[in-house]
Every structure is written in structure tokens, then in C-alpha cells.
């Protein structure tokens, strides 16, 4: 029996397919045209990255445009400092030894028209690097020879080598930078590679001093270092002397400062280097 709730359905309407229903009114029906995507394999290699998903090729690009604008102008600015240091070191070894050779008569006192059209920086550089390796080795064979004859247990001092290299080249770069500055104040301005080619030079003499200090005997030692500070500072007070003049009337004031400079380092020396304590 059929409940009363349900509608009869023709039997002809039953058999194969369901018919579509009728849109409704008022609503358009939607057709999708098919699409063009292009469908691309799986690739090979799964779990990697692949080459194609780097950055775009612009990228490389402006990055290898940067890094060689940055290095052909580091280089340039490299090329161009050493072209303009190069006259300071073009010296042969005639024009060193003649210059050594003047710094050992120091009442002369020409060196510094010798060397006003040319002075240099390679011998001073020398001079300052032969002084470190003199005073560190002449220093540590004594104190070894002396610890050695007493029987007594030795050490190596590599302070002795930091302290020499900071003596020497410290002193052959500030002191003529300030004195540079002070001539500058006083309107008698000098050229500061000069004054540096005069302090280097002025050092020499104090290798044969810290050689002859191998002598066991303290008088020897403060002649040796009286006489090299004398003639360091002779030399250099000689060559400033007349430049200094035209400072005015306060000339002979920085002559004597420079020349008790220069003895002042000698004593330096004589009580560090030339002294030797077990």
C-alpha cells in the first residue's frame, strides 16, 4: 500500500536515463573552456634544490658588477698610494752608504742639503730593523753569558723584542712628527719625510754602540753609550740648525731641545740595553 504522501511516477518516465533538470529561472549557467596550462613532469631529482630555483640572472649580474667596481677601485687606490711612496724608497746602495757615512762625521752637517731633493725612507726603515735585531740578540747573549758564569737557571725575554721595536720605531716616527708640527707653528716649516730620513739616519750610529757593549766592564759602556748619544744628537742639531734659525729668536731653544732629546735616548739605552742584571 502507498501512503497518500508520495506521488505515483509513470512507468515509461522510470526506464534509462534520469533527465537533467531544467535550470531555474533567473540563474545562468557556467561553462569552463578548457584549460591551456602546460602540464610538466615530475623531476628527477626529489628532495634536492634544483638550478632552476636560484635567483634571476640579474642578480648575478649586478652582484659581479659590484664586487669589480670594488676591487679595480681598491686596487687603484693601492696602485696610485704605492706610485706615490715609490720616490721615497728609489735609492741604491752608494746613495745608503754615503748617507750612513755622513751620519758618522756629524760636524759636517750636510746632510740635509744632500738630501733635500731626495730624501728616502728605505735606509731609516734599515736602520730601525737592524737596531731591533741587534739590541734583542746582543741583549739575550749577554744576559745568557751572564746567568751562564754564575751558574744560574736562564730565561728567554721576548719583551726584549717588543720593547726595542717600540723604542725605535717610535721614536723615528713621533719625534719627527711632533718637531714636524713645532717648526710648522713656528713658521719654519720643514718636510716631514725629510726630518723622518734625518732621525732614521741619525740612528746608525747607535749599531757599533750596542755591538761594543759586549764588554763586561760599565765604564766602557756608558763611554760607548755617552759617545753615540753625542754624536746622534751633534748630527741631527747640526742639520736643523739653520733651518731652525728663521723660526726667530726662540731657534736655540728647540736646537738644545732636540739635542737633549736625542742624549735622553742614548741614557734610555744605556740603562735598558747596555746594563745587564742576573
Not at 735585531?133 to 726584549?160: P, R
Not at 728647540?254 to 741614557?267: E, G, K, S
Request: some cysteine; glycine content about 6%.
Amino acid at each position: 500500500m502507498m501512503s497518500s504522501n508520495y506521488t505515483a511516477i509513470d512507468n515509461q518516465n522510470v526506464s534509462g536515463s534520469v533527465p537533467a533538470v531544467a535550470d531555474p529561472p533567473g540563474q545562468v549557467a557556467v561553462k569552463f573552456t578548457e584549460s591551456n596550462l602546460q602540464t610538466f613532469p615530475p623531476s628527477s631529482s626529489q628532495g634536492k634544490i634544483s638550478g632552476a630555483s636560484g635567483p634571476p640572472r640579474d642578480a648575478d649580474v649586478s652582484v659581479a658588477k659590484y664586487i669589480h667596481f670594488r676591487t679595480q677601485g681598491c686596487g687603484h687606490l693601492s696602485m696610485k698610494w704605492i706610485e706615490n711612496q715609490k720616490p721615497y724608497f728609489d735609492v741604491d746602495t752608494s746613495d745608503v752608504l754615503e748617507r750612513i757615512k755622513d751620519s758618522l762625521f756629524p760636524f759636517t752637517g750636510s746632510f740635509s742639503e744632500k738630501t733635500a731633493n731626495n730624501p728616502d725612507l728605505y735606509g731609516p726603515f734599515w736602520i730601525c730593523s737592524t737596531l731591533v735585531f741587534v739590541a734583542a740578540s746582543i741583549g739575550t747573549f749577554i744576559t745568557y753569558i751572564a746567568h751562564k758564569l754564575q751558574n744560574k737557571e736562564w730565561n728567554y725575554d721576548i719583551n726584549l723584542v717588543t720593547w726595542s721595536a717600540g723604542l725605535f720605531y717610535g721614536y723615528s716616527t713621533i719625534v719627527p712628527l711632533c718637531l714636524f708640527l713645532v717648526l710648522k707653528y713656528f713658521s719654519a716649516p720643514s718636510g716631514l719625510v725629510q726630518l723622518l730620513c734625518l732621525y732614521g739616519y741619525s740612528l746608525f750610529v747607535f749599531i757599533p754602540a750596542l755591538c761594543l757593549s759586549l764588554f763586561p766592564w760599565e765604564i766602557v759602556r756608558w763611554v760607548v753609550a755617552g759617545v753615540a748619544g753625542f754624536m746622534s744628537a751633534t748630527f741631527v742639531a747640526l742639520n736643523l740648525k739653520h733651518h731652525i734659525a728663521s723660526a726667530g729668536e726662540r731657534w736655540f731653544f728647540i736646537v738644545a731641545a732636540i739635542f737633549l732629546l736625542q742624549l735622553a735616548l742614548a741614557l734610555v739605552l744605556r740603562v735598558y740595553l747596555f746594563n745587564v742584571t742576573v
